[in-house]
């Protein structure tokens, strides 16, 4: 579909029978639209990076999703282990998620995805404005209601204090990739390579207690070997 067909469709804002769910445009906003949270660095560093890298990562940092009324996501992870935020331009809309799962719950989940009928499920209606914050592995999903169509700008962030919880994550997307809302190969091997020389660098700096402390490093590494084997078996 054409984007100057999609423009089409939603300036006339009608209800729709088979609604449009656009996923993943660039942001057309300034940079000051993130939340501000995210915006206010506790470093007066600059940030350094070839074009190159540059151009590979910055659509990571903010996009934009449009949809029509009634279109709703079932329930899955964002890929690649990544933080997520999302906050409502034109709306309503409903943000759900299952609330404390259990280990348990999650390999079930896992491996049964939307035949799962156990487990919490919450949700709330954001409106234009609000913003929602979600950690890696959150098991979430989106819904309109009838008559709103929707559009949303959203990010995602990677967190020195959650690089296990990160790995742990990409592992377990890689061993089941239905779990998720997009492809994660080939960006998850890129992903794991770079933070892990993000960590040793920590670790050099002598800043280990910024990542949770050696024992933590350990088993990033311990679990970056597993992930390297599951990927062999998986190719």
Not at 55 to 63: A, G, P, Q, V, Y
Not at 160 to 181: D, G
């Given at each position: 579909?054409?984007?100057?067909?999609?423009?089409?469709?939603?300036?006339?804002?009608?209800?729709?029978?088979?609604?449009?769910?656009?996923?993943?445009?660039?942001?057309?906003?300034?940079?000051?639209?993130?939340?501000?949270?995210?915006?206010?660095?506790?470093?007066?560093?600059?940030?350094?990076?070839?074009?190159?890298?540059?151009?590979?990562?910055?659509?990571?940092?903010d996009?934009?999703?449009?949809?029509?009324?009634?279109?709703?996501?079932?329930?899955?992870?964002?890929?690649?282990?990544?933080?997520?935020?999302?906050?409502?331009?034109?709306?309503?809309?409903?943000?759900?998620?299952?609330?404390?799962?259990?280990?348990?719950?999650?390999?079930?989940?896992?491996?049964?995805?939307?035949?799962?009928?156990?487990?919490?499920?919450?949700?709330?209606?954001?409106?234009?404005?609000?913003?929602?914050?979600?950690e890696?592995?959150?098991?979430?999903?989106?819904?309109?209601?009838?008559?709103?169509?929707t559009?949303?700008?959203?990010?995602?962030?990677?967190?020195?204090?959650?690089?296990?919880?990160?790995?742990?994550?990409v592992?377990?997307?890689?061993?089941?990739?239905?779990?998720?809302?997009?492809?994660?190969?080939?960006?998850?091997?890129?992903?794991?390579?770079?933070?892990?020389?993000?960590v040793?660098?920590?670790?050099?700096?002598?800043?280990?207690?910024?990542?949770?402390?050696?024992?933590?490093i350990?088993?990033?590494?311990?679990?970056?070997?597993?992930?390297?084997?599951?990927?062999?078996?998986?190719?």
């Amino acid at each position: 579909m054409r984007l100057s067909t999609v423009q089409d469709l939603f300036l006339k804002n009608m209800i729709s029978d088979d609604s449009l769910n656009v996923l993943d445009l660039r942001n057309p906003l300034p940079r000051s639209i993130p939340p501000s949270f995210l915006t206010r660095g506790a470093t007066a560093e600059r940030c350094i990076a070839s074009v190159t890298e540059w151009n590979k990562w910055k659509d990571d940092e903010d996009w934009v999703l449009l949809a029509q009324d009634g279109a709703q996501t079932l329930t899955h992870q964002d890929s690649c282990g990544k933080d997520s935020w999302l906050t409502v331009q034109e709306g309503p809309l409903g943000f759900g998620w299952m609330s404390r799962p259990t280990e348990e719950e999650r390999r079930t989940w896992s491996a049964y995805l939307n035949g799962f009928t156990e487990g919490k499920l919450r949700y709330v209606i954001l409106r234009p404005g609000q913003t929602i914050y979600f950690e890696a592995g959150t098991i979430h999903f989106v819904f309109r209601v009838v008559q709103y169509q929707t559009l949303f700008t959203g990010g995602h962030i990677l967190r020195w204090s959650r690089v296990v919880s990160f790995i742990e994550t990409v592992l377990n997307q890689l061993k089941f990739p239905n779990t998720i809302n997009e492809h994660i190969l080939p960006w998850a091997p890129v992903y794991i390579e770079t933070v892990a020389q993000l960590v040793s660098d920590k670790k050099n700096l002598g800043r280990a207690e910024e990542l949770g402390g050696e024992e933590a490093i350990a088993r990033f590494f311990n679990l970056k070997k597993e992930f390297e084997q599951e990927l062999l078996h998986s190719r």
